[in-house]
């Protein structure tokens, strides 16, 4: 009767609600590995080549044409073959001899066009003012890593191994993606040290989607775990670029959405990220290569987005593109903004305002520019506009109020200016939301403003009367009056 | 009226003494002090003197040289102590000599790791040198994490914080972990049974990762005072360890009152309730400007005392009683604690939750209303009232039960007796395996590597086969899932996840506590009445799927309490042997099915049944460990009704002799009984451990099973009812002869030598 250790393991698990996971022969992934089995296979993406002659080369173990992901059906036919086979007929080579890591070079001719662009512009667009708002110092194309990885799981726990590395580089005329591929976890400590020492020498600048709250860090924990030297590089993470220029447009800003709404690559037969993981287990289990190519491909595809979108942001910024929408004018606005470059800030608001999709906040952040430089008239103008078109915006009514009240000396004016954005935050104190205690508090400002202008207003009828003033005149010095000089300070 | 006052007019009322059973005075006891050892760093020791400090007491200086001598060592003294100081200092001492030194705290809460740090700052802050310290815990804003990674000397915090954050984590922790010289465990008593059977297994993890960056942390370990510190301490740390246990520290007078409510119906051994008389008790100490804290069993009776209390002292009083357990929220908790340490709160009724160095100041009187099933339960809780001077009080109120009788006419067993054994067990297959998880995860496993036991090579292979490890090439078993592991497991509850209980009485939905699902099943199903801070909440819906609980404020002056019916399967006997001439004891595997059938509706005040409805609630499964036995039928000459009385008589009683043997809460062990067992139609008795897998209680019982029943059998003995009564054998037999019979069985169960 007695029952061996696991199977009353089996049945507690069973018996606190925990199934236990799926044994091997269980359906478990039986599906993804048929369809995989039926397009899988060694593919040979000539579809679409742009006619790139193989190359000599000690380390070119493949040569490709077209970038990957980009139009590339995988050929028919599963290889199903044995776990070395299917990766050398992938283009991979071991990098040592018990096989825990394997290594592939897909060259593309920096001619190759991806997307709306050359992976060629990269070497020729200003990178200078990319550098600038990515926070590195310089981004020197032949320097530039540009690096992605695949991982087992989320977050950066002991146990999330990254299985497949990807490094993109400039070499001679070539855009070469250097892959390393964990075929067995025993390999990683060489895997790390081979891909270290190749690509993330002193002065080379890592470019990535999202590396630096990920990739990177992750990086860094398994040369951690292994007790391998850190690596340290200037980091250019695009994800905050993209997210300021189009949020608004594309909603969610990963990597796929970028590719397709903003550098017109569009992906076909591509591998969903989030189902990398089991597609490297099934690997695990029987070593079959067609589990994981789409992977491969998928990987390879990430960092050559990244050399075109990089190029993207930095014509952007460079100017050398113009801007499309509000949107983009704002992000580029105020980043020159911040650089104090106030001319081109300027030009950028105003192309921001000018654009056919400018909103509110178009209009909002070029009064607030000029306010910041003094230039009252063009602020005030926008501001009246903006009261008018938004019946229920109140800071231009606000700002609108303190201008006649400090500056231009009206106390009528602001008075009513004062009542309306009164009006407007009482109405909206009245909404019974998250927001309604903010326009409460925002209401309560502007009655003492409105209380502070109304005594001013009395005294000055009093000091007209006493004096026999005419009435209308400035009542008192405009308290704002020495501040009519521009002041550049720029806030950020 | 002060205190002292006031128990002078306690001992010349005679209504009064007639109820007392033991009236225990402990003298005031004088310190003995050591001089600071030459060694320790002279910063360190100007801040001393700078906080008052010249000299320290016998059991800090001994535990200074054990650990300078790199000794892991558990002290083992009573509340107010110093304790702190026998860590802070070893561990302040070496960070001043080497600034790359790192230690860990862990406390098992969040509200005492706060309090220690404000302590420690209170050194550090007298040091020229910075020492830094912070807690790290779920509340650290993610800022802060970064900086404590790197930077902090002393990182505090707790087991589950451990298990969650740090230990996935630890290549982050790449500083705290290659140069971690100390490990301190404070309130060590606290990880026993399934609770420290999870941290025993978290401590495993983290020492495979202190080897792994090769570091040999000293653990140093306080624990209340128990039985086999020694023993404890190992089984937490798997390191031997040096026990330091002779007090240095001085106390004030001490009063421990043992009060036998008196008898209401003698034949059947009923008492007056031990929470009325608490209620009269705590409110005239209240209202003398007493502090003082009630422990309580339940949730519930924390509840209906605080009310109590509330309703009974005057007006002005009113809002300085309180309730305090789990369930509230932390920021409630925090807030009643302090109010504690101001004096702002005079009355406080507690779970045992309070039982830990939570830090409420010093109180003047305890009062522990039903045995707290521990010696060493019991002097924690009587060591909150008076710590170095003045007299205190601590009384002790007995209910009816063959625990609280056996302990009342027994006062010696509290007072003099060695408490009990704290025990764990780490070798819970589902603990076990969960951890074994979670360490896959933080480093690959080899294959020879064990991990606590000798089958951990077959569990790996269990895990590779199940697709949750991958063996590499090189043998290693890898994690292989995309899935956090520490995720799915909680340190502090059974296998499952908890039920929130969500307060929609306003227009926006609330949360104001949670509970497992098992006590689920019968504290908050349909139409319950569920207690917070002594307001009534019906609960409207119990969506077990999602773990939510709706409740609403209603105003009614009942309780209600649920009944379970339960279904035993034996899937597997380990061990049996004989037990007297015609039964067998066993051991082995269980399922139990239980189903919550009814729930009753007790009024407040008179505890009166008002009436009962149904539960419609699905089958709870438990497999577990359980201990059986089993008799010919034919020994002895019973028709069916006496074999019942006499099985359910001894089942009651067996259970509670368990407890008290095992060091567990009567809750821990469940009990069924079957005069015709479906398995073979004779007469057995079950106990079984309440958590999935067991932990170690009944197969303790069958190993003991004749010093279990002698206890039995002194309880039944020695109660002084004619026939059998409910604090003895349980209520509801009708049998003039039930004592007897329950005697007889026990007789008929031992063994020849074992009988007196």
């Not at chain 1, 391998?228 to 590089?233: C, F, K, S």
């Not at chain 1, 014509?315 to 105020?334: C, I, K, S, V, Y």
């Not at chain 2, 100081?85 to 862990?106: F, G």
Request: aromatic letters at 8%.
């Amino acid at each position: 009767m007695a029952r061996s250790l696991l199977e009353r393991l089996a049945a507690l698990e069973r018996s606190v609600g925990r199934r236990p996971e799926a044994t091997p022969d269980g359906a478990d992934g039986g599906d993804a590995a048929g369809s995989q089995a039926a397009d899988g296979g060694a593919a040979t993406p000539g579809e679409a080549a742009t006619g790139t002659a193989p190359r000599p080369g000690g380390d070119i173990v493949r040569e490709s044409a077209a970038p990957p992901g980009a139009g590339t059906a995988p050929a028919a036919g599963a290889t199903g073959a044995a776990s070395s086979e299917g990766l050398w007929a992938l283009g991979f080579r071991p990098v040592d001899p018990s096989g825990g890591v394997w290594y592939r070079t897909l060259r593309y001719d920096l001619l190759t066009v991806h997307g709306r662009r050359q992976f060629a512009d990269l070497a020729r667009c200003d990178l200078s003012a990319a550098a600038r708002a990515l926070g590195v110092d310089e981004l020197p194309a032949e320097r530039l890593r540009f690096y992605d990885t695949e991982t087992t799981g989320l977050g950066q726990g002991a146990g999330n191994v990254p299985f497949l590395h990807a490094v993109a580089r400039i070499e001679g005329d070539e855009l070469a993606v250097h892959q390393y591929f964990l075929a067995d976890h025993t390999g990683e400590p060489d895997l790390l040290t081979a891909l270290t020492a190749d690509h993330f020498a002193p002065g080379s600048v890592v470019v990535t989607f999202n590396g630096k709250s990920f990739d990177w860090p992750l990086l860094q924990a398994r040369l951690a775990l292994w007790r391998l030297p850190r690596v340290a590089a200037a980091h250019a993470d695009l994800i905050h670029a993209s997210r300021r220029l189009w949020r608004r447009r594309l909603g969610r800003v990963a990597l796929a959405e970028v590719e397709a709404g903003v550098l017109g690559i569009h992906r076909s037969g591509d591998l969903p990220g989030r189902e990398a993981p089991a597609r490297y287990f099934a690997w695990l289990e029987d070593g079959r290569a067609d589990w994981v190519e789409p992977v491969f491909e998928h990987n390879a595809a990430d960092v050559c987005s990244l050399a075109v979108l990089l190029v993207v942001v930095a014509d952007l910024l460079a100017g050398r593109e113009p801007a499309r929408g509000a949107e983009e004018w704002l992000a580029l606005a105020r980043w020159y903004d911040a650089w104090q470059a106030y001319d081109l800030a300027a030009r950028c608001y105003t192309g921001a305002a000018a654009s056919p999709d400018a909103g509110y906040e178009a209009r909002w952040l070029k009064s607030l520019f000029h306010k910041r430089h003094g230039e009252w008239a063009e602020a005030v103008g926008i501001w009246t506009q903006l009261a008018e078109a938004y019946p229920h915006a109140v800071p231009p009514l606000v700002e609108l109020a303190k201008h006649y009240e400090h500056r231009a000396g009206d106390l009528e004016a602001a008075a009513r200016w004062a009542w309306e954005a009164w009006a407007r935050a009482s109405a909206l104190a009245r909404v019974a939301d998250e927001e309604a205690a903010r326009w409460r508090e925002v209401a309560d400002h502007l009655r003492h403003r409105i209380d502070r202008i109304l005594r001013r207003q009395a005294a000055a009828a009093r000091v007209s009367r006493s004096s026999g003033a005419s009435p209308g005149t400035p009542a008192a010095a405009p308290a704002g009056a020495g501040s009519r000089t521009p002041r550049a300070q720029p806030r950020g | 009226m002060n205190l002292a006052t006031l128990l002078d007019e306690w001992r010349r009322t005679p209504e009064m003494m007639r109820n007392v059973a033991h009236w225990h005075v402990e003298p005031a006891r004088i310190a003995r002090f050591r001089a600071v050892p030459d060694w320790v760093h002279a910063d360190l020791r100007a801040a001393l003197q700078a906080r008052g400090i010249r000299q320290l007491y016998a059991h800090q200086a001994e535990a200074l040289e054990a650990v300078h001598a790199g000794r892991h060592t558990m002290v083992v003294t009573p509340t107010a102590s110093g304790k702190t100081l026998c860590y802070n200092l070893p561990v302040i001492d070496t960070i001043l000599k080497d600034p790359a030194a790192r230690a860990l705290y862990l406390f098992p809460t969040k509200a005492l790791s706060q309090d220690q740090v404000a302590e420690l700052h209170e050194l550090c802050g007298h040091l020229p040198s910075p020492v830094q310290s912070f807690t790290y815990d779920g509340d650290t804003p993610l800022h802060a994490r970064q900086r404590i990674r790197e930077a902090g000397h002393i990182v505090v915090t707790n087991p589950d914080m451990l298990h969650a954050a740090i230990l996935p984590h630890h290549t982050k922790w790449l500083r705290l972990f290659e140069n971690l010289r100390f490990i301190v465990i404070d309130e060590a008593h606290i990880y026993r049974g399934v609770f420290g059977s999870h941290v025993a297994n978290v401590l495993r993890r983290l020492r495979r990762i202190c080897r792994h960056y090769g570091s040999r942390p000293v653990f140093i370990l306080c624990s209340a005072t128990i039985a086999n510190p020694g023993e404890l301490a190992a089984e937490l740390t798997g390191e031997e360890v040096a026990v330091v246990d002779q007090s240095g520290a001085p106390q004030g007078e001490r009063h421990t009152v043992f009060y036998n409510p008196p008898l209401v119906q003698p034949e059947l051994g009923l008492r007056r309730s031990s929470l009325l008389e608490a209620r009269r008790f705590g409110t005239r100490l209240v209202r003398e400007g007493i502090s003082t804290i009630a422990f309580v069993k339940t949730r519930t009776q924390v509840e209906l005392l605080a009310t109590y209390w509330k309703s009974d002292v005057p007006e002005r009083l009113r809002d300085r009683v309180f309730g305090y357990r789990g369930g509230y929220l932390p920021n409630e908790r925090r807030r009643i604690e302090r109010g504690l340490r101001d004096g702002e709160i005079l009355g406080v009724v507690s779970t045992n939750a309070l039982e830990l160095g939570v830090d409420i100041g010093s109180l003047e009187a305890s009062i522990t209303v039903g045995y707290p099933g521990t010696i060493a339960s019991f002097r924690q809780q009587s060591g909150r009232a008076g710590r170095r001077h003045g007299v205190s009080l601590a009384l002790f109120i007995a209910n009816a039960s063959a625990i609280d009788q056996y302990m009342v006419q027994h006062p010696e067993h509290i007072l003099e007796g060695v408490p009990e054994a704290a025990r764990l067990y780490p070798e819970n297959l589902l603990i076990l395996t969960d951890h074994l998880k979670c360490a896959a995860y933080e480093l690959p496993f080899a294959p020879e590597e064990r991990f606590g036991v000798e089958t951990t090579g077959e569990l790996l292979e269990y895990l590779a086969h199940h697709r949750v490890l991958h063996q590499g090439r090189d043998g290693r078993y890898f994690w292989m899932s995309d899935a956090l592991p520490s995720h799915s497991v909680s340190l502090r509850s059974a296998a499952q996840d908890n039920v929130v209980i969500i307060d929609q009485t306003a227009a926006r939905p609330q949360v104001i506590g949670e509970t497992d699902r098992f006590s689920a099943l019968t504290t908050l199903h349909e139409e319950a009445i569920y207690l917070h801070q002594s307001r009534p909440y019906q609960v409207e819906r119990l969506d077990l799927e999602n773990g939510k609980a709706y409740v609403r404020q209603v105003d009614v002056d009942y309780y209600t309490d649920a009944e379970l019916a339960v279904r035993l399967q034996v899937l597997d006997v380990l061990a049996d042997k004989p037990a007297g001439a015609a039964a067998r004891h066993h051991t082995g595997e269980l399922m139990v099915n239980a189903v919550p059938t009814l729930f009753k509706k007790i009024k407040f005040d008179t505890h009166e049944n008002l009436g009962w409805g149904k539960i419609h609630l699905p089958e709870a499964e438990l497999h577990t460990v359980g201990y059986w036995c089993r008799w010919d039928k034919r020994s002895i000459p019973w028709d069916n009704e006496r074999w019942e009385t006499a099985l359910m008589g001894l089942a009651h009683v067996l259970r509670h002799a368990a407890a008290l043997h095992c060091m567990c809460a009567i809750g821990d062990l469940h009990w069924a009984a079957e005069v015709r067992d479906p398995l073979d139609g004779q007469p057995t008795l079950y106990l079984y451990d309440a958590y999935p897998g067991g932990v170690g209680l009944a197969e303790r019982v069958f190993r003991d099973a004749d010093p279990v029943l002698s206890i039995a059998r002194a309880m039944v003995a020695d109660c002084p009812c004619e026939a059998g009564c409910p604090s003895c054998i349980g209520p509801g037999r009708g049998d003039r002869a039930a004592k007897a019979l329950v005697l007889r069985l026990i007789d008929e169960t031992r063994t020849a030598e074992a009988s007196d």
